[in-house]
């Protein structure tokens, strides 16, 4: 018999890849950690697209798994990579859980996307950009439908503009991104009636990414009368995860836990 709680498995996300670079390419995969749960969660660990933070990415998938909630921690493409790659790679993969959602004993109708800051920034453009053609269909995985059932964004990076976090930007859309650009991905102006419920949280003295990239879109979510849950704390750098070093801002992932739940997901 598999032992769901220690199961964990690594998949190629694509057979032809968009986008590629040629001799150079990197090659995105998706790894599973099982749990007996309804729904899941596709984690994408933050970097500034540039590169991805271990504590927001594999150790994130060990923790949900042992909480009992089957997770895909996504290893994505980065910078010298550009947009429209890396949101290829997040759309590819919430497709790949849909498509497979029998196999990993899932409900297709509760997948959601978590991100930590710019990781968070591509859990956003997938819940506010789902619906738009960033590639052409590869195989049968690529008909499934991307739109995620809920977002999680941790310390988000959200705007490309005022309070952008600069190597982000620069990462995903070059030096000089053209202004069309910077608007398509500042997310908070993209959220309508259809972007997912969301759990967001901040801590309101992050000196890199600041708490007003949480706040605006916060503030396009109630314009839209999109239910969502906030916290935000007085204390802790950026980059925390889950904060064992602060343990007054560490209750944010047993308060995930319980919004998980409630909404079906364990």
Known sequence: MIDKTTEITTSKLWEKMPYSMGNDDFVPT??????????????????????????????????????????????????????????????RAIKFVRFYAEKYGIDRDKIAVMGFSAGAHLAGSLSVHYDKEMYDETDRIDRENCRPSASILCYPVIDMGAHRHDGSRQNLLGELPKQSMTDFMSLYKHVNENTPEAFIWHTSTDQAVPVMNSLLYAQALSAQNIAYEMHIYPMGHHGLGLAPECPYVAKWADNLLDWLKNKGWK
């Open 30 to 91: 998706i790894s599973a950690y099982r749990a007996d749960s309804k729904g899941a969660v596709i984690v994408f660990p933050g970097g500034g697209y540039v590169m991805k933070a271990e504590h927001e990415g594999a150790v994130i998938g060990e923790w949900f798994q042992k909480n009992g909630i089957t997770a895909f921690v996504v290893d994505y493409r980065v910078a010298p990579y550009k947009h429209p790659a890396e949101i290829s790679d997040a759309m």
